[in-house]
DNA sequence: TAGAATACCTACTCATGAGTATGATTGAGA
DNA sequence: TCTCAATCATACTCATGAGTAGGTATTCTA
């Protein structure tokens, strides 16, 4: 005699129905979906499948997968409530499971944020490695760069990578994302090194501007999940062409000084 | 008799000492500077004068000030550890009195993160104010406001302002803030549209280099605790600088078709 | 100098949530 | 069919931290 498997309901066991005023005011939005491989798929809001334990009952089998999907649900509920807000029993809600089931994949809840991080990453470090070689001037390889870069925090995985911060975790953790996200910041200033060598990027300090253009794409983050009239990509290709171009104009006779004083009055708006 | 206000190592009072792996690896950092009025005094980091109640006994006085002081406290204790990671006992043993006090200032924890969102915000609130009436470009006015922007972003209170999520709040407290947040947005866009119209900005999508300018600026807030080799002002300034200009050179003749192409062998770095 | 506020503390309650002990079920292989 | 390992559930423990009850001390006011 055993249990079986009807979700909820069970004497107390899966928990967390309904709590207090607790957070969480962002809508359902579905399951898992378990196939793809994880390095994020980024595009506009993921294709809501189902949780591979709903779909098939074979264990022993799809292990990766099975990992996979709860790092991805994580990724999910990190997005839609922060990670502080994010309960394991949640994650193992979503994914029709129970919390030991969540623990018998990932080791415990900072590893899973760390998972996230790494599969938010990847597709950047990726961009690094296939820009390298380009027969292009840094500008360009840096544009590249940028545009994937936007494209993965845009991703499901953004949140994760962009907000994984070294004050939710262990100072061993911590001192290891600072590495990653260092390696990818010396990566940009290089580029901008080289692209002002080159002659492709306008003179300027290094590590500022790498600072303001991160800045703007990781701030993609905080409000992509709100606004999702643009694609990741589209939204990437906006900045680099606002990076690119600056707010000065650059039609001939710097028409800043041509432009009208404004009136010292103060009319109505 | 009364237990006297000697500090710590009650039975079990005022708690938290000695905690477990506990996060919270940042310095101590000085405690209180109760004096100078709350809407932020910039600068680099902010001296570390004492707590008020230290300072004075006189009770029934400086109720403000005591507020102030709490407030600000709780702004470098989120600036440090988090918002979820500060506790008000944190906060409390920082300004060496216990928790009931701190619940005598505020009402709860999302209004001290509240409070400490306004007074972030309130220096670029007044920006917009002061640059109304001035009879410059808009890019000239936008620029202004960006800089004080900064400037707010990288004080003791940017964290706060920042990082204040509807994800940590509740939904009315969420809704007030992004009110407020979107004000915001909606000024810089008006004089970017403002900037467009009159020349003194080139023609673009003013959402998109809105959330690029702001994204940008917002993300000091990120790595500003690490690293304060300048000012809040410098910053600012080199950031109006590189928005300004933008990546690609000016000088005549677009430099970027004159930059050599990258050799394809890979040479070691 | 007796209330009345004001300001602050001790000592709680109570919900949450991370993480675990232990056992049941199932499929694969011997 | 028996065993073993993989997989997953029930039902806990335990620490934390927000918030409160109720009291004490201090200063102001009448």
């Given at each position: 005699?055993?249990a079986?498997r009807?979700?909820?309901?069970?004497?107390?066991?899966l928990?967390a129905?309904?709590?207090r005023?607790?957070?969480g005011?962002?809508?359902?939005?579905?399951?898992?979906?378990?196939?793809?491989?994880?390095?994020?798929?980024?595009?506009?809001?993921?294709?809501?499948?189902?949780?591979p334990?709903?779909a098939s009952?074979?264990?022993r089998?799809?292990r990766?997968i099975?990992?996979?999907a709860?790092i991805?649900?994580?990724?999910?509920?990190?997005?839609?409530?922060?990670?502080h807000?994010?309960s394991?029993?949640?994650?193992?809600?979503?994914?029709e499971v129970?919390k030991?089931?969540?623990?018998?994949?990932?080791?415990?809840?900072e590893?899973?944020?760390?998972?996230?991080?790494?599969?938010g990453?990847?597709?950047?470090?990726?961009?690094?490695?296939?820009v390298?070689?380009?027969a292009?001037?840094?500008?360009?390889r840096?544009?590249?760069?940028?545009?994937h870069?936007?494209?993965?925090?845009a991703?499901e995985?953004?949140?994760?990578m962009v907000?994984?911060?070294?004050?939710d975790?262990?100072?061993?953790?911590s001192?290891h994302?600072?590495?990653?996200k260092?390696?990818?910041?010396?990566?940009?200033?290089?580029?901008?090194?080289?692209g002002?060598?080159?002659g492709?990027?306008?003179?300027c300090?290094?590590?500022?501007?790498?600072?303001?253009?991160?800045g703007?794409?990781n701030?993609?983050?905080?409000?992509?999940?709100?606004?999702?009239?643009?694609?990741g990509?589209?939204?990437?290709?906006?900045f680099?062409?606002?990076?690119?171009?600056g707010?000065r104009?650059?039609?001939?006779?710097?028409s800043a000084?041509r432009?009208?004083?404004?009136?010292?009055?103060r009319?109505?708006r």
């Amino acid at each position: 005699m055993h249990a079986g498997r009807c979700c909820g309901s069970l004497g107390r066991g899966l928990a967390a129905r309904g709590r207090r005023v607790r957070r969480g005011y962002h809508t359902p939005g579905g399951r898992m979906s378990g196939r793809r491989p994880l390095p994020l798929a980024a595009g506009k809001r993921p294709p809501a499948s189902d949780s591979p334990w709903r779909a098939s009952r074979e264990r022993r089998r799809d292990r990766e997968i099975k990992r996979e999907a709860v790092i991805r649900a994580a990724a999910r509920a990190f997005n839609r409530k922060g990670y502080h807000n994010t309960s394991l029993d949640d994650i193992a809600a979503t994914l029709e499971v129970t919390k030991p089931t969540v623990y018998y994949y990932v080791s415990n809840k900072e590893q899973l944020l760390f998972q996230c991080f790494l599969a938010g990453l990847e597709p950047i470090r990726a961009a690094f490695r296939e820009v390298q070689d380009l027969a292009l001037p840094a500008r360009a390889r840096l544009n590249a760069v940028l545009r994937h870069y936007g494209t993965a925090v845009a991703s499901e995985f953004g949140w994760s990578m962009v907000r994984a911060e070294d004050q939710d975790l262990s100072p061993a953790m911590s001192r290891h994302i600072k590495t990653l996200k260092s390696e990818i910041d010396q990566g940009i200033r290089r580029l901008i090194r080289e692209g002002v060598q080159d002659g492709s990027i306008a003179p300027c300090d290094p590590k500022m501007t790498a600072f303001a253009l991160a800045g703007a794409l990781n701030w993609i983050a905080h409000w992509y999940r709100e606004d999702q009239s643009l694609t990741g990509a589209e939204i990437a290709e906006a900045f680099v062409t606002i990076f690119e171009g600056g707010l000065r104009p650059r039609s001939a006779s710097q028409s800043a000084t041509r432009a009208p004083l404004r009136r010292r009055v103060r009319i109505a708006r």
